[in-house]
T-cell receptor, first 113, second 112 residues
Protein backbone atom coordinates (compact mmCIF):
# COMPACT_ATOMS: atom_id res chain seq x y z
CA UNK A 1 0.00 0.00 0.00
CA UNK A 2 0.89 3.66 -0.17
CA UNK A 3 3.55 4.66 2.32
CA UNK A 4 4.57 8.11 3.48
CA UNK A 5 7.87 8.36 5.30
CA UNK A 6 8.50 11.28 7.64
CA UNK A 7 11.85 12.21 9.16
CA UNK A 8 13.02 12.84 11.74
CA UNK A 9 10.59 11.23 14.15
CA UNK A 10 11.77 13.54 16.89
CA UNK A 11 14.12 16.51 17.13
CA UNK A 12 15.33 18.83 19.85
CA UNK A 13 16.74 22.18 18.82
CA UNK A 14 17.88 25.36 20.45
CA UNK A 15 15.75 28.46 20.34
CA UNK A 16 16.59 30.59 17.31
CA UNK A 17 17.72 27.76 15.07
CA UNK A 18 15.87 26.26 12.11
CA UNK A 19 14.64 22.71 11.73
CA UNK A 20 13.74 20.84 8.55
CA UNK A 21 11.23 18.01 8.46
CA UNK A 22 10.96 15.75 5.42
CA UNK A 23 7.94 13.95 4.07
CA UNK A 24 8.46 11.38 1.31
CA UNK A 25 6.01 9.31 -0.64
CA UNK A 26 7.80 6.00 -1.08
CA UNK A 27 5.83 4.13 -3.70
CA UNK A 28 3.74 6.76 -5.43
CA UNK A 29 3.97 10.29 -6.73
CA UNK A 30 2.28 12.94 -4.64
CA UNK A 31 1.51 16.22 -6.36
CA UNK A 32 -0.19 17.42 -3.21
CA UNK A 33 0.90 16.96 0.37
CA UNK A 34 -0.45 18.44 3.55
CA UNK A 35 1.20 19.57 6.77
CA UNK A 36 -0.56 19.45 10.13
CA UNK A 37 0.30 20.49 13.63
CA UNK A 38 -0.98 18.92 16.81
CA UNK A 39 -0.74 20.28 20.33
CA UNK A 40 -1.09 17.96 23.35
CA UNK A 41 -4.63 16.73 23.84
CA UNK A 42 -5.83 18.53 20.74
CA UNK A 43 -6.81 17.57 17.25
CA UNK A 44 -4.79 18.00 14.07
CA UNK A 45 -4.75 21.50 12.65
CA UNK A 46 -4.08 21.89 8.95
CA UNK A 47 -1.20 24.30 8.41
CA UNK A 48 -0.72 24.28 4.67
CA UNK A 49 -1.13 22.47 1.40
CA UNK A 50 2.10 21.71 -0.39
CA UNK A 51 1.89 21.70 -4.18
CA UNK A 52 4.61 20.21 -6.34
CA UNK A 53 6.29 22.85 -8.44
CA UNK A 54 4.37 25.78 -7.01
CA UNK A 55 3.93 27.78 -3.84
CA UNK A 56 2.30 26.26 -0.82
CA UNK A 57 -1.14 27.38 0.24
CA UNK A 58 -1.23 28.36 3.90
CA UNK A 59 -4.24 28.25 6.20
CA UNK A 60 -5.39 31.42 7.87
CA UNK A 61 -3.22 32.37 10.80
CA UNK A 62 -0.19 30.30 9.77
CA UNK A 63 2.95 32.36 9.22
CA UNK A 64 4.36 31.41 5.83
CA UNK A 65 7.72 33.04 6.59
CA UNK A 66 8.11 30.98 9.71
CA UNK A 67 6.95 27.65 8.28
CA UNK A 68 8.66 27.33 4.93
CA UNK A 69 7.35 24.60 2.68
CA UNK A 70 9.15 23.26 -0.36
CA UNK A 71 7.75 20.62 -2.70
CA UNK A 72 10.43 20.39 -5.35
CA UNK A 73 9.73 16.86 -6.51
CA UNK A 74 6.78 14.51 -6.81
CA UNK A 75 7.96 12.46 -3.86
CA UNK A 76 9.31 15.00 -1.38
CA UNK A 77 7.89 17.89 0.60
CA UNK A 78 9.80 19.63 3.36
CA UNK A 79 8.68 21.84 6.21
CA UNK A 80 11.28 24.15 7.72
CA UNK A 81 10.53 25.80 11.02
CA UNK A 82 12.65 28.94 10.95
CA UNK A 83 13.96 30.71 14.03
CA UNK A 84 12.23 28.20 16.23
CA UNK A 85 10.96 29.20 19.67
CA UNK A 86 9.60 27.10 22.54
CA UNK A 87 6.02 27.85 21.46
CA UNK A 88 6.77 26.05 18.17
CA UNK A 89 7.25 22.83 20.12
CA UNK A 90 4.59 20.50 18.83
CA UNK A 91 3.85 17.34 16.89
CA UNK A 92 4.02 17.88 13.12
CA UNK A 93 2.59 15.35 10.70
CA UNK A 94 2.35 15.24 6.93
CA UNK A 95 0.00 13.45 4.59
CA UNK A 96 -0.31 12.81 0.89
CA UNK A 97 -3.42 12.37 -1.16
CA UNK A 98 -3.68 9.32 -3.35
CA UNK A 99 -6.61 7.74 -5.17
CA UNK A 100 -9.19 9.66 -3.18
CA UNK A 101 -7.66 8.82 0.18
CA UNK A 102 -5.01 10.24 2.46
CA UNK A 103 -1.88 8.53 3.76
CA UNK A 104 -0.11 9.94 6.80
CA UNK A 105 3.49 10.00 7.91
CA UNK A 106 4.36 8.87 11.41
CA UNK A 107 4.91 12.42 12.61
CA UNK A 108 7.74 14.50 14.05
CA UNK A 109 7.88 15.64 17.64
CA UNK A 110 9.70 18.97 17.80
CA UNK A 111 11.00 20.29 21.08
CA UNK A 112 12.56 23.73 21.15
CA UNK A 113 14.69 24.49 24.22
CA UNK B 1 -14.54 26.70 6.10
CA UNK B 2 -16.03 23.44 7.24
CA UNK B 3 -16.19 22.86 10.98
CA UNK B 4 -16.41 19.43 12.50
CA UNK B 5 -17.55 19.00 16.07
CA UNK B 6 -17.03 15.71 17.84
CA UNK B 7 -18.76 14.48 20.93
CA UNK B 8 -17.97 13.50 23.51
CA UNK B 9 -14.56 15.11 23.93
CA UNK B 10 -13.44 12.24 26.11
CA UNK B 11 -14.87 8.93 27.13
CA UNK B 12 -13.98 6.30 29.69
CA UNK B 13 -15.65 2.93 29.27
CA UNK B 14 -15.26 -0.42 30.92
CA UNK B 15 -13.89 -3.23 28.80
CA UNK B 16 -16.69 -5.06 27.05
CA UNK B 17 -19.03 -2.07 26.88
CA UNK B 18 -20.30 -0.47 23.71
CA UNK B 19 -19.74 3.17 22.85
CA UNK B 20 -20.60 5.75 20.21
CA UNK B 21 -18.71 8.81 19.03
CA UNK B 22 -20.44 11.47 16.98
CA UNK B 23 -19.16 13.89 14.38
CA UNK B 24 -21.30 16.80 13.24
CA UNK B 25 -20.51 19.06 10.32
CA UNK B 26 -21.54 22.65 9.70
CA UNK B 27 -21.82 21.84 5.99
CA UNK B 28 -22.85 18.91 3.86
CA UNK B 29 -20.13 16.33 3.85
CA UNK B 30 -18.56 15.08 0.65
CA UNK B 31 -16.13 12.58 2.11
CA UNK B 32 -16.10 11.68 5.78
CA UNK B 33 -13.09 9.84 7.20
CA UNK B 34 -12.51 8.18 10.53
CA UNK B 35 -9.01 7.78 11.93
CA UNK B 36 -7.55 6.50 15.16
CA UNK B 37 -4.41 7.92 16.73
CA UNK B 38 -2.31 7.36 19.77
CA UNK B 39 -0.95 10.78 20.67
CA UNK B 40 2.48 11.38 19.25
CA UNK B 41 2.03 8.73 16.61
CA UNK B 42 0.66 8.56 13.11
CA UNK B 43 -2.95 8.08 12.12
CA UNK B 44 -4.58 4.75 11.44
CA UNK B 45 -7.26 4.88 8.75
CA UNK B 46 -10.48 3.25 9.84
CA UNK B 47 -13.20 4.01 7.30
CA UNK B 48 -14.39 6.46 4.68
CA UNK B 49 -18.02 7.26 3.94
CA UNK B 50 -19.44 9.20 1.04
CA UNK B 51 -23.06 8.32 0.44
CA UNK B 52 -25.98 9.44 2.56
CA UNK B 53 -27.13 6.56 4.72
CA UNK B 54 -23.94 4.62 4.12
CA UNK B 55 -22.72 2.25 6.79
CA UNK B 56 -19.43 0.37 6.97
CA UNK B 57 -18.05 -2.10 9.47
CA UNK B 58 -14.64 -3.49 10.22
CA UNK B 59 -14.18 -5.94 13.04
CA UNK B 60 -16.00 -4.37 15.99
CA UNK B 61 -16.19 -0.85 14.60
CA UNK B 62 -19.14 0.47 12.60
CA UNK B 63 -19.36 3.91 11.02
CA UNK B 64 -22.49 5.52 9.63
CA UNK B 65 -23.23 8.67 7.64
CA UNK B 66 -26.71 10.11 7.95
CA UNK B 67 -28.98 10.71 4.98
CA UNK B 68 -28.41 14.45 5.04
CA UNK B 69 -24.63 13.89 5.07
CA UNK B 70 -24.01 16.23 7.97
CA UNK B 71 -23.50 13.79 10.79
CA UNK B 72 -21.54 10.62 11.23
CA UNK B 73 -21.24 8.19 14.11
CA UNK B 74 -18.62 5.63 15.04
CA UNK B 75 -19.78 2.73 17.15
CA UNK B 76 -17.51 0.27 18.92
CA UNK B 77 -18.98 -2.98 20.14
CA UNK B 78 -17.54 -4.83 23.13
CA UNK B 79 -14.66 -2.42 23.62
CA UNK B 80 -11.16 -3.68 24.36
CA UNK B 81 -8.06 -1.94 25.75
CA UNK B 82 -6.66 -1.96 22.21
CA UNK B 83 -9.44 0.43 21.21
CA UNK B 84 -8.03 3.16 23.45
CA UNK B 85 -6.73 6.24 21.69
CA UNK B 86 -7.88 9.42 19.99
CA UNK B 87 -10.58 9.12 17.37
CA UNK B 88 -10.69 11.78 14.70
CA UNK B 89 -13.26 12.43 12.04
CA UNK B 90 -12.07 14.28 8.97
CA UNK B 91 -13.79 15.77 5.96
CA UNK B 92 -12.72 16.93 2.56
CA UNK B 93 -14.44 18.50 -0.41
CA UNK B 94 -14.60 17.90 -4.11
CA UNK B 95 -12.03 18.69 -6.74
CA UNK B 96 -8.27 18.73 -6.91
CA UNK B 97 -8.05 21.53 -4.37
CA UNK B 98 -9.79 19.55 -1.66
CA UNK B 99 -8.05 19.18 1.66
CA UNK B 100 -8.70 17.08 4.71
CA UNK B 101 -9.60 18.92 7.91
CA UNK B 102 -10.29 17.28 11.22
CA UNK B 103 -12.84 17.38 13.97
CA UNK B 104 -12.10 18.24 17.56
CA UNK B 105 -11.24 14.65 18.47
CA UNK B 106 -12.49 12.17 21.05
CA UNK B 107 -10.14 10.61 23.58
CA UNK B 108 -11.17 7.08 24.51
CA UNK B 109 -9.95 5.18 27.55
CA UNK B 110 -10.93 1.58 28.16
CA UNK B 111 -10.64 0.32 31.70
CA UNK B 112 -10.25 -3.27 32.75
Amino acid sequence: GAVVSQHPSWVICKSGTSVKIECRSLDFQATTMFWYRQFPKQSLMLMATSNEGSKATYEQGVEKDKFLINHASLTLSTLTVTSAHPEDSSFYICSARRNGGYTFGSGTRLTVV
Amino acid sequence: SQELEQSPQSLIVQEGKNLTINCTSSKTLYGLYWYKQKYGEGLIFLMMLQKGGEEKSHEKITAKLDEKKQQSSLHITASQPSHAGIYLCGADGTGTASKLTFGTGTRLQVTL
